[in-house]
């Protein structure tokens, strides 16, 4: 197979194209299991396979794909007049930025492959979830389990040939019940990193359990609470919902095709220019923010993506000025060429697809915060006079170019004079993006730094589901606006 893509992609080099790849599935595997009140609720597997043909032409992009191996050749045919269609009409001729010539292999960490687990076996777990979630006060169960393992060949005209073999695993639980206002309310548990593999071994009993108890108690907590207070206070973010706070208003508005005007849907846009880079104060001198696609165990982190760049550890945001962005091999051109300076060094290494017929686009990878030097939890709550502290991910809504956000959380915990004194129902806190990441004021440490998995993050047309992660510590905002 790998020899005739080889041959297919010369000959479309021959026939003018100026570059060629390939992404080949072997397989794609997806398994997603729900349960709802000791009811299974859904059940979904599905297998695919195919080929994606990227060809640049006169400097524009065409693309075809087909599960249909039969004519090789026809798929490349189609992905050249594409190109050559689209080169008719182009506006800014498409560049890539240099890249290295790898060959290469990534597998993410696993132990127990999800695809060979009976069906039987993870059913018996949702149903030993649901009996523990199902405990005076709850009124809705739910727990699922999603699965993905993939294999991946990327080859291309330049001479990379890289494999990965791919494999996630995610699983949540929610309780929830109407209070006496008969307004909903929710408490969740996700699965997080923890140890060093990925594979069904990560569905961890122990630590299902345990949460399970802890949130029924918590929502029992929410059900009997006050409303949240209107007013200003300091927030101190959880990584249930600092996770959020991060990848709507730095990760998305940090994606380069965004910022130059792209992929507009889905509040889209980005309110940073090309002018921003460098200069920007984006946050308080507290906040370090990167794309990781190194970091160990996480869904952000590939090997190498879609242009065939090996991913990195990419520094966005130093010391609250904005430094980088989410970039891929194709942006970064245009970006340097229309800003007339060398803002960024090459690519990132963030293009990604979610699958064989999708054409790359920038992604996020983990995007994270680096941990302070604030202490641990404990240690900021004492040193806050007049707060809140927020934890699960409720509701969202956020301005067209990210400017702007408004986030309802799970539960809220009020601080009096370093105390936390009672849990509130129907926590909202809103604010502009920039002058929020400014009031940042305490970054805790190590101790509070975990990292959440996002295993539906949707952009493009058509849309294209992805998978990441987000390191992030407890943070704490001065200032903002709670309560409505
Ligand atoms: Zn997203």
């Known amino acids: 197979m790998q020899k005739q893509i080889q041959q297919q992609i010369e000959r479309i080099k021959s026939a003018g194209a100026t570059y060629v790849d390939t992404r080949w599935y072997p397989f794609d595997e997806s398994n997603f299991l729900m349960m709802w009140n000791g009811n299974l609720k859904r059940t ?3 297998r695919e396979s195919g080929i994606g043909v990227r060809v640049l032409y006169k400097g524009a992009w065409g693309f075809c794909a087909s ?32 890249k290295d010539i790898l060959e290469a292999r990534f597998e993410s960490p696993c132990q127990i492959n999800p695809s060979d687990v009976p069906l039987a076996e993870k059913v018996a777990f949702l149903q030993e979830m649901d009996e523990k979630l199902n405990q005076k006060g709850v009124e809705q169960r739910i727990s699922y389990l999603n699965f993905m393992h993939k294999q991946m060949i990327f080859m291309d005209s330049e001479g990379s040939q890289i494999e990965k073999l791919i494999t996630e695993v ?56 006050e409303d949240c207070p209107k007013e ?40 940073v220019t090309l002018e921003d880079f460098g200069k920007l104060r984006y946050g308080s001198n ?15 982190s590939f090997g190498y993506d879609d242009d065939g760049v090996a991913a990195s550890d990419n520094l966005l945001i130093d010391k609250g000025i904005l430094v980088g962005a989410i970039t891929g091999r194709q942006m970064v051109e245009e970006a340097n060429a229309r800003a007339r300076r060398q803002i960024f ?30 202490g641990s939890l404990d240690d900021i709550i004492k040193q806050t006079e007049k707060g809140i502290i927020l934890d699960g991910d409720r509701s969202w809504s956020i301005g067209s170019n990210r400017e702007q956000f408004h986030f309802g959380t ?8 370093g105390q936390v004194t009672q849990v509130v129902k129907n926590p909202t806190y809103k604010g502009s993006t920039v002058p929020f990441w400014n009031s940042l004021s305490a970054v805790g440490d190590e101790s509070t730094w975990k990292v959440e998995f996002v295993d539906n993050c949707g952009k ?14 407890v943070c704490r905002f001065d200032q903002v606006r709670i309560g409505e």
């Open 44 to 46: 979904a597997m599905a």
């Open 67 to 98: 599960s249909d191996l039969s004519d090789m050749g026809g798929i490349y045919d189609k992905a050249l007049d594409n190109a050559r269609a689209a080169a008719e009409k182009v506006t800014f001729p498409v560049r890539l930025a240099e």
């Open 170 to 225: 995610f699983g949540e639980m929610q309780v929830t019940s109407k209070d006496k206002q008969g307004v909903s309310q929710l408490r969740s548990y996700r699965l997080k990193r923890q140890g060093d593999t990925r594979g069904w071994e990560s569905i961890d009993r122990q630590k299902f359990s345990e949460n399970a108890e802890r949130i029924i108690q918590e929502l029992n907590a929410v059900l009997v609470a």
């Open 232 to 271: 200003d206070r300091s927030v101190i973010l959880l990584p249930g919902i600092m996770y959020l706070q991060t990848h709507e208003t730095i990760g998305h508005a940090l994606e380069l095709d965004r910022i130059l005007g792209y992929e507009l849907a889905f509040a889209g846009g980005s309110f």
């Open 286 to 300: 507290k906040l370090t923010a990167r794309a990781n696609g190194v970091l160990s165990n996480s869904p952000g």
């Open 345 to 374: 060094d090459g690519s990132s290494g963030a293009n990604r697809a979610t699958s064989f017929y999708r054409v790359p686009i920038e992604r996020m990878t983990n995007i994270n915060i680096d941990p302070g030097t604030d």
């Open 410 to 417: 799970e539960i809220g915990w009020l601080v009096e004079d």
């Open 460 to 473: 493009g047309q058509p849309n294209q589901i992805m998978q990441l992660g987000h390191g992030i510590p």
